[in-house]
């Protein structure tokens, strides 16, 4: 079973960048992210619509080009996020996480017995690449590459981001910028005081636990600025942008070039 190496990194104190992508499940978008510096790819399944055989697909992609497939899955139940796994994915990420027993529901989907209650299905699933072995050795790695990343974008979450960090087992307190201000009364007012004091509030909860803050960001703005205000993991950019701002520039110049 192969390692994730940026567990143990952000456990150490340590950094991950990669992107997220919403759109674009192709077989050589691994190998396109990987070749642009990528660690890991955060695919959503939360809002994309996208299924669970298409990510089976991309997991497999990711083998062997060393990058670390994570996927959001649509929600924190046993079948969302066991299955996730089975199929290959090394850690998932969990919308609206808004308490510290939520978080500890979750976690318990993503160990085997006795720290969880994931079912197991060895040597014939994509998550152990299909080979033998003893499942003692398999559940302890299992247990040591999976990555829990609770998604906080509410006001009610982030008034328990403190107790949802302490939760022995998650690695990665997520701040879900958008939905947040929505929560918060303030939609995408991200000058407000009111979002300010709580992205400080999340990062101070996982400097005070050991955890890792993780962020999406939209530019390069965003990712020097939540860089600077402590965040480790960061998804830069989401598929469908990247692609749009990158072609949009280029079209306007060649639009420049065009004479009246």
Known sequence: MRPNPIKPRLAAGGCAFGTM?????TP???AICREAGAEFILYDMEHSGVGFESMKTQFACCRGIDLVPLVRVPSGDYHHV?????????????????????????????RYPPAGRRGAAFNVAAHDDYAGGAETDKIAKANARTMVIALVETARGI???????????????WLGHYDLT?????????????????VDRLVKACAMHGKTAGFLAGDEKWARDFRAKGFRMIAYGVDTLLMQRALADGIRLLQGTVRP
């Open 21 to 25: 992508a919403f759109e674009f499940f």
């Open 28 to 30: 050589g978008y691994p």
């Open 82 to 110: 066991a299955r996730a796994l089975d199929i290959g994915a090394m850690g998932i990420m969990v919308p609206m996480v808004e308490t510290a027993e939520q978080a500890a529901a979750i976690l318990d989907c993503t």
């Open 159 to 173: 008034e328990n981001v403190e107790a949802i960090a302490a939760v022995e087992g998650v690695d990665v307190v």
């Open 182 to 198: 929505n929560f918060l009364g303030i939609p995408g007012e991200f000058a407000h005081p009111k979002f300010h004091a709580s």
